[in-house]
C-alpha cells in the first residue's frame, strides 16, 4: 500500500502515552496527543451475498468476541513530504519502528486517516476515510516499566528518524532486519519468529556461509563490544543463541522465552549501532574490527 488518499495522512498510535501535548519531529510532521478507539466487531449477516457495492439485507446478528485499540497519540505525515522522502506511508512506519526501538517496543499503528482525529466525529462521512492497518494481536509481547513517553525519547525519534528511512531505502539488509524485527512481536510461531531475527541477523553479519556459528558470533561480538572480555562473553551468547535458532530451523526447537528475548535484544542492539553510525558495516570493516585494524 503505497496510495492511501491525497494530503496528509493521520496515523493513529496505540500505547503511546505522550509525557507532552505535541511534538514537532522535523519537515512538517508532528506527533500529538487525541483519543479515538477503534473497535472490530464480528457481525453475521444470512440469506444471500449482497451484491457489490451494496449492503447485506435482513437480519444481522452480533458474534461472540470482538477486538479493539485505543488510539493514544496523532502521528501527522504532511503530504509534501513525498516530494523529499516517497512514501508517506513508509515514513509513518519508519517513526513508528523507532517509537518501538527506543521508546515504547507496545506501540502500534491501528488504523490511517485524512483529517485529525480530534476533527473526525464532526467531519461528513463523505470527507472521511479511516482506514484499519496494524490490527493483529501482539503474541511475544515485549514493554517496558516507564508509563509515558518523554520529551527526551521522543527527541530521540527526531533525531534519528531521517537517517534511518535513508538507511531502510539504501540498504536491503538493514530493511530486512528492521522488518524482522517490527514483525516479530505479530507472528504466533515464536520458532518463526526466531529462525527470522536470526535471519535477519545473518545478512548483516554472515558474508560466508562457511563456519557460520563461529564467523557470526565473532563479528557481531567485535562490532558491538571493543576488545576484552567482554568481547569474549559477547561471543559466547551469541553462539549460544544461535544454536537455538538451528534448532528452531530443523524443527526440532528447544528454546524458552528468555532465548527469544534475548534475540530481539541482540537485533535492537545492532540496529541501534547501525542506525548511530548512520552506515551498515561492511564485510571489510567488520573484519577490521575482528583482527583489531585501527579505524
Known amino acids: 500500500m503505497t496510495t492511501l488518499f491525497d494530503g496528509d495522512v493521520h496515523a493513529g498510535l496505540s500505547r503511546l502515552d505522550l509525557e507532552e501535548e505535541s ?7 508532528s506527533l500529538s496527543k487525541t483519543y479515538a478507539h477503534l473497535m472490530a ?9 449482497a451484491s457489490p ?34 512514501s508517506r506511508l513508509a515514513v ?7 517509537l518501538r526501538l527506543g521508546v515504547n517496543p507496545a506501540t502500534t499503528m491501528p488504523v490511517l486517516a485524512n483529517l485529525p482525529f480530534s476533527t473526525l466525529e464532526q467531519a461528513q462521512a463523505d470527507q472521511t476515510k479511516i482506514i484499519p492497518f496494524e490490527v493483529q494481536p501482539r503474541h511475544f509481547q515485549l514493554a ?11 527527541e530521540w525519534v527526531k533525531e534519528r528518524w531521517q537517517v534511518t528511512h535513508k ?35 545473518e545478512v548483516l553479519f554472515a558474508k560466508s556461509r562457511s563456519e557460520i556459528t563461529f564467523r557470526l558470533s565473532s563479528l557481531m561480538a567485535a562490532y558491538l563490544e571493543p576488545p576484552g572480555s ?25 528454546h524458552r522465552p528468555d532465548d527469544l528475548l534475548d534475540t530481539f535484544s541482540l537485533l535492537r542492539r545492532v540496529l541501534l549501532a547501525i542506525i548511530d553510525a548512520g552506515e551498515v558495516p561492511s564485510k571489510g570493516h567488520l573484519e577490521d574490527l575482528l583482527f583489531g585494524v585501527d579505524q
Open 144 to 154: 517496558i516499566d516507564r508509563d509515558k513517553a518523554s520529551a527526551t525519547a521522543i
Open 230 to 254: 567482554g568481547r569474549a562473553d559477547l561471543k559466547k551468547k551469541i553462539a549460544k543463541l544461535y544454536g537455538k535458532r538451528s534448532d528452531a530451523a530443523h524443527g526440532k526447537p528447544k
Open 53 to 86: 457495492g451494496s449492503h447485506h439485507r435482513g437480519q444481522i446478528k452480533a458474534a461472540s468476541g470482538s477486538s479493539g485499540f485505543d488510539v493514544d497519540a496523532d502521528l501527522m505525515i504532511p503530504g509534501h513530504i513525498e516530494e523529499q522522502y516517497g
Open 23 to 29: 511534538f514537532e519531529l522535523g519537515d512538517g510532521i
Open 92 to 98: 509513518a512506519k519508519t517513526i513508528v519502528f523507532l
Open 41 to 49: 466487531p464480528f457481525l453475521m449477516a444470512f440469506k444471500r451475498p
Open 167 to 201: 538507511l531502510s531505502a539504501q540498504s536491503g539488509d538493514f530493511a530486512l532486519a528492521v522488518e524482522a524485527i517490527d514483525a516479530g512481536q505479530f507472528v504466533e510461531n515464536s520458532a518463526l519468529t526466531l529462525v527470522s531475527l536470526w535471519g535477519a541477523l
